[in-house]
Structures are given as structure tokens and as C-alpha cells.
């Protein structure tokens, strides 16, 4: 008998719902409801239209292992990699706030029917936010806990009727030298570009995330819209999203091209496979002291070691 393992997002259905961080979540909600079109709900608690929203987000919390580890937001939203606004930890959120999110349109080109311009609320149904607690793990031996809320990407790329062309699906962030202090150096090439195998793309584990902690992404995050791919380091999870291309081969990614013995395609959390630089075997939480043993695919293996079967992951990495 095929035993269906329950993925690590989903909490079970007794978990209590936790008052006080649901109402510190009013407001990215409200946006929400407000997005999806129901604009009777201004001040009044519990409409129709907020009580859905609030079901679709499914604010369960207390409930499984990662929630207890949730990091500090201060922590998540003030120490960043965003390398077009600086390559310090803190330059993210001091400099991002002059990118521009709304309105955003997002290209979508190459092995799809549907080709085209899309505004960011014709890609993501605001009504179906889900709210999921992953780990995220930079390549650079920290790690946090963050409640992303988000759609699956699967959700967003289905809507093109990719073709059996498409192999690869290849992401673009925003590059606005006015905006973006840091294209003006050439520590990476920009715009920043990013890749995913289509099995791993259409994964139900990888997220496309709007919002964190209960309200929109903010800009240092990847606002308004960035993947968040658990079970890789952190920088698979490109952020701020302006164009998603369907290909046939292997897409170009933006540290590839830095350092391609560093960096692989894959980048799968491994704590066998060493970064040229330093062990991959331990990592350290932000806001904790200890280190922690780094898990293979970052805990995720149950629901995505079956992906690389019968791949060698050292030349693979
Ligand atoms: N466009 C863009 N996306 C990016 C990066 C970047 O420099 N530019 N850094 C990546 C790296 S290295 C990490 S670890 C994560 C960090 O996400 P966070 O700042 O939300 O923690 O974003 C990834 N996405
Ligand atoms: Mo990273």
C-alpha cells in the first residue's frame, strides 16, 4: 500500500488557532479581501468576504515543530541578501524602500501558449493565500523560520499551458539602476536570474510568496512577489519577480555565472557536498547561538528526494 506522507506545511486539522497573531494579521488580510474584489468589508469585522479570506489563509499556529521556531521577524526582514540594493547584511532594508512595487506587471515568454504581459493580481488569486512555515537556508550557514503566505507556483505556471518544450523554467528580477543602488557593481550580473528543472518548479512544496508574517512582502524581501524553494539555498529564491521563461535547456543563473564550482544548478541543501569555501555541515539559526546539524534537503527529502532519483548530487550540486 502506498502510504501518502503528509507534507511537512501542512499542520494537522485540531491545531488551535492562535487570537492575538491572528489579529496581527488583520491588515495583509484585509488587503486581500480587498484584493479579491469584495470592498464592503472596510472596518466591519467579520464579513462574508474577511471570514473567507481568513479560511483560505488557514491561520493555524502553534501546531507543528517549525512554528515554535519561528523566527524573529525583526530578524527575517532586517538581515537580507538582495544584492541589487548592497551586498551587506542590512543594506536590503535600508535601501529597498525606493523600489517601486505597484503597479507590476510580470512577462511571461517562450514554450507557452498563453505568452504575455501579466499585472501581479491576474497571476496570483489573492483568495487562495495560504500561509506555510518553512525553513529557508542560505548558502552561507545561517538559516531562519518564516510563515510565508503564497500561492504554489504550480498554480501560477498551469495558467500558460506550458508545451512539452518546456523544460526549465527561468526567472527575472526587476533591474532599475535608479532604484537599485547595487547594479551600478558587477559583483553579479544583472537583471539576476534564476532556474528551476519543471518537476521542480511544479512541486507543490515550492511557493510563490506575496506576504510574510501575516502582511506583504516587504521590499528587502522580494517584494511583491519571490519564490521560496525550501528544500534549496536560499538563493534559488529569487526575489521580485518581473519575468518567468519557459525553456528547452539548463537556463544561465545569476551566481552560476560568479562561480559555477560554487554555485550549481541544483543547489540542493546537502551536508555532504562542502561549499569550496566552507562546510555545509552546520548551520546556525539567526538569533540562536548553538549550530545545528544541517538536514539533507533542508528536512524536505520526504517530499522531494524522489526528484533526483539516480542523480549523482556531488557533480550535480
Ligand atoms: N533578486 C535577488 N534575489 C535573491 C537574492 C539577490 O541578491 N537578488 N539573494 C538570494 C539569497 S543569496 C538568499 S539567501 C535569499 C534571502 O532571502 P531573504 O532576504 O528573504 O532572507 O534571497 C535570494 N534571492
Ligand atoms: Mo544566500
Not at 501579466?118 to 529557508?136: G, K, P, Q
Not at 558587477?186 to 532556474?195: A, I, M, Q, T
Not at 519557459?246 to 546537502?270: A, D, H, I, L
Request: aromatic share 10%; with cysteine; charged share 25%.
Amino acid at each position: 500500500m502506498l502510504i501518502k506522507k503528509k507534507p511537512t506545511w501542512q499542520l494537522s486539522e485540531n491545531d488551535v488557532t492562535d487570537e492575538a497573531l491572528m489579529h496581527s494579521r488583520r491588515d495583509f488580510m484585509m488587503m486581500a479581501a480587498a484584493v479579491a474584489g469584495a470592498s464592503a468589508i472596510g472596518g466591519v469585522p467579520l464579513s462574508a468576504a474577511d471570514e473567507r479570506v481568513l479560511k483560505a489563509l488557514a491561520y493555524k499556529s502553534g501546531a507543528n515543530d517549525l512554528s515554535r521556531e519561528i523566527t524573529d521577524r525583526s530578524a527575517a526582514t532586517g538581515y537580507n541578501n538582495f544584492y541589487e540594493f548592497g551586498t551587506g547584511k542590512s543594506d536590503p532594508a535600508k535601501n529597498a524602500h525606493t523600489m517601486k512595487v505597484s503597479p507590476w506587471t510580470v512577462e511571461v515568454e517562450g514554450h507557452v501558449e498563453k505568452t504575455g504581459k501579466y499585472d501581479l493580481h491576474d497571476l496570483i488569486d489573492f483568495n487562495t493565500l495560504e500561509e506555510r512555515i518553512y525553513r529557508l537556508r542560505c548558502v552561507e550557514t545561517w538559516s531562519m523560520v518564516v510563515p510565508w503566505i503564497g500561492v504554489p507556483l504550480s498554480a501560477i505556471l498551469s495558467k500558460f499551458n506550458p508545451t512539452s518544450n518546456a523544460k526549465f523554467v527561468q526567472f527575472e528580477t526587476l533591474a532599475d539602476p535608479k532604484s537599485m543602488p547595487g547594479i551600478s557593481s558587477r559583483v553579479l550580473s544583472w537583471p539576476y536570474v534564476e532556474g528551476l528543472r519543471m518537476d521542480e518548479a511544479m512541486n507543490p512544496l515550492t511557493l510563490m510568496a506575496v506576504g510574510m508574517y501575516g502582511k506583504e512582502l516587504p521590499n528587502q524581501n522580494g517584494a511583491p512577489m519571490r519564490l521560496v524553494v525550501p528544500w534549496k539555498y536560499g538563493y534559488k529564491s529569487i526575489k521580485s519577480i518581473v519575468k518567468i521563461k519557459f525553456v528547452s535547456k539548463q537556463p544561465r543563473t545569476s551566481w552560476g555565472g560568479y562561480s559555477n564550482r560554487e554555485y550549481g544548478f541544483y543547489s540542493n541543501v546537502n551536508p555532504e557536498v562542502d561549499h569550496p569555501r566552507w562546510s555545509q555541515k552546520t548551520e546556525q539559526r539567526i538569533g540562536e547561538f548553538r549550530r545545528r546539524d544541517t538536514l539533507m534537503f533542508n528536512g524536505y527529502g520526504g517530499e522531494v528526494a524522489e526528484l533526483y532519483k539516480g542523480m549523482d548530487l556531488r557533480k550535480n550540486h
